[in-house]
C-alpha cells in the first residue's frame, strides 16, 4: 500500500513563502495537491504527471505555486511564494492509481496533510 507523508508546512507572515514536500514509500505516477481550509471542502491546488509536466494550476495559486517532483527520490514538492491569508488550509498531496501515468479523476492515495497558516 503506497503511503504519503508531507511536510514543510507551518505559520507564515503575507509575502512569505514555504516548501512543501511529499515523500511517497513507492513509486508514484500522477499525482497533486489538495487543500482544505477551516469550515470549506477540499479543493485542488494543482496536478501533474508521471514526468512532471502536464501542470495544472487552479486560478487562486497560478503564478504564485509551483508543483515539481523528483521521481528518484519519490518526492513531490509545492513552493509556495507570495502567500496569502486566503491560503491558510491543510494541504494534501494525493496520488493516481498505479499506473495511470498522465491524469486522473480520482485519487486513490492520500497523505495525512500539512498545515499552512498564513497571518496577514
Known amino acids: 500500500q503506497l503511503r504519503l507523508v508531507e511536510s514543510g508546512g507551518g505559520p507564515v507572515q503575507a509575502g512569505d513563502s514555504l516548501r512543501l514536500s511529499c515523500v511517497a514509500s513507492?513509486?508514484?505516477?500522477?499525482m497533486g495537491w489538495f487543500r482544505q481550509a477551516p469550515g470549506k471542502e477540499r479543493e485542488f491546488v494543482v496536478r501533474l504527471n508521471w514526468t512532471g509536466g502536464g501542470t495544472v494550476y487552479a486560478d487562486s495559486v497560478k503564478d504564485r505555486f509551483t508543483i515539481s517532483r523528483d521521481n528518484a527520490k519519490n518526492t513531490l514538492f509545492l513552493q509556495m511564494n507570495s502567500l496569502k491569508p486566503e491560503d491558510t488550509a491543510v494541504y494534501y498531496c494525493?496520488?493516481?492509481?498505479?499506473?495511470?501515468?498522465?491524469?486522473?479523476?480520482?485519487?486513490?492515495?492520500w497523505g495525512q496533510g500539512t498545515q499552512v497558516t498564513v497571518s496577514s
Open positions: 494525493a496520488a493516481c492509481p498505479s499506473g495511470t501515468y498522465y491524469y486522473c479523476r480520482t485519487y486513490d492515495y
Open positions: 513507492e513509486r508514484t505516477y500522477a
